[in-house]
Structures are given as structure tokens and as C-alpha cells.
């Protein structure tokens, strides 16, 4: 492939978890826009409507093809259900993008069971099993992309349950680069700054948020669009990187 011809995803598929909203809204906007065709996961009922919305206007704008599907990626069975639901609808994947997260900013001496558990449900056990019906469905020469943080890169308070439930995907990231090289699949993670995002918000008082600004380039938050070319990087052009976590925080952290 010349650097100077155009990337297409023309004939691809792709799964992105999350993909209803925020950076996995405009994940799937991006690759739709390059030719794939899309399988978009959402967890809660409420966002069922603004699922449907997306596809009508994925399908006007770039002709693309994709289709909704929910579920609650903790459970092993549901990955399993979404890697054959596209396997049913476009006959199999090629780009698997997991955007799944839950964020809680705590001491750690007052995290209750119940939120642990939650936690650990959402930012480990729902990756794990991702990758692991990603392993076992995706095309060869296919593409696993996690979602994780750069907090991972800072040492500071309050985060540590978030840090710790995040930290292990780093690791099933690589050692799965490693058992799928056989099929030629690629496994990354990629680690944004607080995004700007309702995600990051709900957690942080006006002088947290100033203070995130602040560390990082141009006095501003990470947003959906620094990251999103990231992920198409790595799903096309990116492709002989594999087992690596790309941190892209402007400055906030350094990994």
C-alpha cells in the first residue's frame, strides 16, 4: 500500500462496544465513513432510540450498512452472542473496538462490595471476554482495540479502583497479541486523558477539572477527537503494531 493512497475499510466489519455515544459514536462514524460496515453494541434500554437514529444516519450519509445489538458484556455468553450476531449479519468481523467502562473516583478505604463488584465487572471481566470472542471470531488479520486510561501512567489519589480494574486489560491485551499471532491479529489498547466527556465530569469538582486542563497541552481536556484517529490508525495503516497501550493525554501523563 502507497502512504499516499487513500485507507478504506471497504468490505470490513467492525464491532464497537459503546458505540451509541461519546467516543464510540464518532468510532463508528469514522469507520463507517471509511467504508465498513458496523455492529453497534449499547447496554442500557434508554439508548436503544439513539441506536436506531445512528444507523438511519450512517446509512444516508455514507451508504453504510449496520446493525444494533444489546447486552450486558459482563456475561461470557453475551460476547459470544455479539461476535455470531455479526458473524450472522455480515458474515463474520474483522475490527473488534471495546469502548465498555464504568468510572469511580473514591478513596479506596470507603469502596463498598457492591461497587467493587461493579467495577470489576465492567472494566475487567466484560474486557476479558471481549478479547476472548474477539480471539475466537474475528477474521485472520483482524484487530482487537481496548479502551483504557491514562491513569494508568499517574500515581495519585482516589483512582485507585478505577486503576486497578482497568490495569489487567494492558496485560490480557498482551498476552492475547501473543496467542493470536497465528491468526495475524492484532491487540492494542489505547489510554486517553479525561476526555471531555459526561463520563469524566460526573466524578470531577470545578478545581479537579481546571487542574487536568492544566497538565496538558493547550490548557485543555482530552477529546473524542484526538482519539478517534488512534483507532482508525491502528485498524488500518497501524496494523503491525501489536501488544503496545497507546497513551494519548496531551502532556497529562507519561508512560
Not at 487513500?6 to 463508528?28: E, Q, R, W
Not at 473514591?106 to 457492591?114: G, H, L, R, Y
Not at 471476554?129 to 486510561?149: E, P
Request: proline share 4%; net charge neutral.
Amino acid at each position: 500500500m502507497s502512504f499516499l493512497s487513500k485507507v478504506s475499510l471497504k468490505g470490513k466489519t467492525a464491532i464497537v462496544t459503546g458505540g451509541t455515544k461519546n467516543l464510540g459514536a464518532l468510532t463508528v462514524k469514522e469507520l463507517a465513513a471509511l467504508g465498513a460496515n458496523v455492529v453497534i453494541h449499547y447496554h442500557s434500554s434508554s439508548e436503544k432510540n439513539v441506536g436506531e437514529k445512528q444507523v438511519e444516519e450512517l446509512s444516508k450519509e455514507f451508504g453504510a450498512k449496520a446493525a444494533l445489538f444489546a447486552g450486558d458484556l459482563s456475561k461470557p455468553e453475551t460476547n459470544e452472542e455479539l461476535f455470531k450476531f455479526a458473524d450472522k449479519q455480515f458474515g463474520g468481523a474483522d475490527i473488534a473496538i471495546n469502548n465498555a467502562g464504568m468510572v469511580l473516583k473514591k478513596p479506596i478505604e470507603q469502596v463498598t462490595e457492591d461497587e467493587f463488584d461493579k467495577m470489576v465487572n465492567i472494566n475487567t471481566k466484560a474486557a476479558f471476554f471481549f478479547i476472548q470472542s474477539a480471539g475466537k471470531h474475528l477474521k485472520n488479520g483482524g484487530t482487537i482495540i481496548s479502551l483504557v486510561t491514562s491513569l494508568l501512567a499517574a500515581y495519585t489519589p482516589f483512582y485507585g479502583i478505577y486503576q486497578g480494574a482497568k490495569s489487567p486489560v494492558e496485560y490480557f491485551s498482551k498476552a492475547a497479541s501473543k496467542e493470536l499471532q497465528s491468526k495475524a491479529i492484532t491487540v492494542n489498547c489505547v489510554a486517553p486523558g479525561p476526555m471531555d466527556t459526561p463520563f469524566f465530569y460526573g466524578q470531577e469538582t470545578p478545581d479537579s477539572v481546571a487542574f487536568c486542563k492544566s497538565v496538558a497541552i493547550g490548557n485543555r481536556l482530552t477529546k473524542i477527537e484526538d482519539i478517534v484517529p488512534i483507532i482508525r490508525f491502528l485498524a488500518t495503516e497501524g496494523y503491525w503494531i501489536t501488544g503496545q497501550t497507546i497513551f494519548a493525554s496531551g502532556g497529562f501523563t507519561a508512560h
